[in-house]
Structures are given as C-alpha cells and as structure tokens.
C-alpha cells in the first residue's frame, strides 16, 4: 500500500507537529509535501489495483456536511467562502485519504498502530510534563493560549516570576516545565501543542485511542501485548489524570465501559470500574471548576438561542464568535449554531452511520470465526467512537482533525471489511433518517433544558 507512508506521516505531523519545536523545520510546509506523497501513494496503488476507488458510505455525507458549511458562510459572508474552502479541505482530505487509502485489514492495523504510538508519545511528554518542577514562563502578548519561554527560573507562584530578573512590563505565569518547550497551564494542566494545546482536547484524544491497544492484544495474546496494554492503561489514565479534565475522565470511563461490556458482560464493568476508580476519586480537583463549567454553560446556551434565531442555515461556519465571546464548548450545539438544523443533521448523520456500520459488523459475523479481525477492529473503532461521541458533548470539535480521523477509519474499515465480502452493505435508510431527526430534536431540547436550569440555579 503505497499510499499508507503518506498517511502515516500526516497523522505524525497532525498530532506532534514536530515544526513547532524544531525552529530549522519551521519553513518546510510539511503539510502540502504529505498531502502530496499520500495522495501520489494512492495514485499507485489505483494504478497497480491494490486499491479500489469505491466510495465508503460516509463519503457522500462527509462532503454534503462540508458543502453546507460553505453555503452557509457564502450566505452570511460571501468574502469568507474562500479562506473557509481551504479551511475546511484540509479534514476533508483527511478524511478521503484514510478512508479511501486504506482498503486492507493490514494497512488499518498499520495506521493504528501508529495511532497508538504517537498516543503513548503524548502520554509520555504529558505525564513528565505534569510531574516536572514549575518554572517561570515569559509570556507571548500575542498568543491566544497563555504560552510563553521559560526563562531558567524555578518558581512557586506566579508572584515570584514578575519579582528579580523579571523583564520590565512583561507577563509571566508559573507553570510546569515539560519537554519540547511545552508547559503545563491554568496552575498546573497538563497540555501538548498545536491542536492538541487545550488540555480537555488532548485527553480526549488520549482517550479514544486507548482501545488500539486492547485491539492488538486481542488479535495476539502474547505477553509483550498484554505489557502494551497494561502500559497504555496507566500511561495513558495518568495522563488523562493530570489534564484535570472531567470530559477526559469521562471519555475514558467510557472507552473502558464499552469495550468491557462487549468483551466480558457485566464482570466486565465491574473490571473497568476498579481500573477507573482512581481516576475518578483523585482526577479533576481543579479550583476553578465551578467558573469554567458556569461559562461553558453559559456558551452552550448562547449558541442554542443562535440555533434559534436562525434554525435554517446557522449565523454561518466559523461566525459563532461573531455573536458570543466564546465557541459553543459542545459540538452539537456549535454544528446547530453555526449550520442551522441541516448541519447539526449532517454532522450527527456521520456518527449515527459510523455507529450502524460498526454494529453491523459486529452482528454480521459474530459467529464467523474468520472474520475475527474485522470485530476485533470493529469493537475498537465502537469504543472509541463512544468515547469521542462524549467527549465533544464539551467541547467544540465539529472541524477537528482527530474527529475527522477516526471518523475515516470506521470508512477503512468498511472498505477493508467488503473486499472479504462484497455483500456487505450499509447505508441510511428511510428509518434512520426519522430516528435521527428525532435524536437531533431531543439534543437540543436536552442541552436547552439543562442549561436553562443550571442559569436559572
């Protein structure tokens, strides 16, 4: 699979985003040159008939959710079509490439193993990050994100950082001193860079990739396996644990309740519950709790009342800070809020079918014992869409790239899945689309509801 060398590339560029801490890489536009060799890659393989170019299910969705969100900037905002067009093709590309370039069980095994790696790379940087000394940090007046140089100093608060060698009229924080420039933020949050800067972001990304490891284990029950899956699980929780991130707690709850569950039957909850419980006793005691989760509903019910004033097509993609001080901090209210109902339709549309294509295959060959590898992937891919499902009920993910991702890897997988059987086939159905204009209507009303008490409280 020639296209797989791209692909394994841009997810390392993606989530490391290693120009940012390598000053001489910072010129190289990464990005475009793996665009390229993966879509060349796919050429080949086209070329060669290693790959088929067969549309997954999720495609067609996939582009209808892209091509409303510029009509509907094109309709608030003609002059914003084009930077919104280049935006939004780098997850569509993404997206195509995964879920098109992968057609083999062995090529998505590749792809999350590397999903895997560069997961336990993260975990490593965060749990050195959250253990490390505090330091004084020089912060950019220009960033958005409170990031900054530490100066060489050792601190204990922020107080100590603006006294001695402190520069004139400069700000500083005291934070934790990781590796690769990276810090911790908000008294001790442990974070990554890039898109992954925000501590809940990258716990929820920790979070779904979990399941990878369980994954291997299950299609090889060696010991250097299950030593893997043991250090995920505490690689991983710990550093989940010290994000301070209730959605990532809660995200990893449910990666583990799922997949247990399914494996193992009600023993199995009883096995993740003794694994979660010390995340859950210990995780989260943050000072500020009670104020973010107040702002966040209070985003969250700002954007429904834009939902509501403009319930056809939205205040338009990328326009909600237009209106509020802040994003949405949940996808489905930001989807609604931005694109109208027919966008939070779309947006859900591609969970609900990456959902039915997993659970078809799961009930397909439950009894087939050579179609083992595509359950095993299946079960994997149904935990960690669990998980993300949850996890961007607080957080605006709508456009990122690890939903995008994982979203093409249920489309691999269907692809790799039908080259085994051709009959396999799943798509929406006149059913479906009642169910889900029905789940979308109780979102919303569920979000309007909860948030409308919690203001009134």
């Not at 893997?228 to 505490?234: C, D, I, K």
Request: a positive charge.
């Amino acid at each position: 699979m020639f296209a797989i060398p791209g692909i394994v590339l841009l997810l390392v560029q993606g989530y490391l985003r290693p120009q940012e801490f390598f000053v001489q890489l910072q010129s190289v536009p990464f990005l475009y040159l793996f665009f390229a060799l993966a879509l060349f890659g796919l050429a080949v393989d086209l070329k060669l008939r290693h790959t088929q170019l067969v549309a997954s299910p999720l495609l067609p969705w996939a582009l209808a959710f892209v091509g409303w969100a510029l009509v509907t900037i094109g309709i608030r905002l003609p002059s914003g079509i084009q930077p919104a067009a280049t935006e939004l093709a780098i997850p569509l590309t993404y997206f195509f490439l995964l879920s098109q370039g992968v057609q083999t069980f062995r090529a998505l095994a590749a792809v999350a193993a590397t999903l895997l790696v560069i997961g336990l790379c993260l975990a490593a940087i965060g749990v050195h990050q959250g253990t490390a000394p505090f330091g004084c940090f020089k912060l950019n007046p220009e960033a958005r994100d409170a990031s900054g140089v530490w100066d060489g100093r050792a601190c204990a608060n922020d107080l100590e950082c603006q006294a001695g060698d402190a520069e004139p009229d400069a700000d500083y924080l005291c934070e934790r001193v990781g590796l690769f420039g990276t810090s911790t933020v908000a008294s001790g949050r442990v974070r990554y860079r890039g898109a992954l800067q925000d501590p809940n972001e990258l716990a929820l990304t920790l979070g779904v990739g979990l399941p990878f490891a369980f994954a291997f284990f299950e299609r090889k029950r060696s010991g250097g396996r299950l030593l893997l899956l043991a250090a995920s699980l505490l690689l991983i929780g710990g550093c989940v644990f010290l994000t301070k991130s209730r959605g990532g707690q809660l995200v990893f709850l449910t990666v583990l309740a799922v997949y247990f569950a399914r494996r193992y039957g009600a023993r199995g909850l009883i096995i993740g519950a003794v694994f979660a419980a010390p995340l859950v006793l210990l995780g989260g005691g943050r000072s500020d709790a009670d104020a973010s989760s107040k702002e966040r509903i209070e985003m969250m019910h700002a954007a429904l009342d834009l939902l509501r004033w403009y319930p056809g097509r939205g205040v338009g993609y990328g326009q909600i800070l237009e209106y509020n001080p802040l994003t949405a901090h949940n996808s489905y209210a930001l989807a609604g809020a931005e694109l109208g109902f027919p966008g939070l339709f779309l947006f859900t549309a591609l969970l609900y079918l990456s959902f039915k294509i997993l659970v078809t295959i799961l009930r397909r060959y439950a009894d087939d014992r050579d179609a083992e590898v595509a359950r095993i992937w299946a079960l994997a891919l149904l935990a960690s869409l669990a998980g993300m499902s949850v996890g961007i009920f607080f957080l605006s993910f709508c456009y990122h790239f690890v939903f995008w991702f994982y979203i093409a890897l249920v489309g691999a997988l269907y692809q790799a899945t039908r080259a085994h059987d051709p009959k396999l086939e799943v798509r929406m159905e006149r059913g479906d689309f009642v169910r889900l204009a029905l789940i979308d209507v109780g979102i919303v009303a569920f979000l309007w509801v909860y948030t409308s008490i919690k203001l009134a409280s």
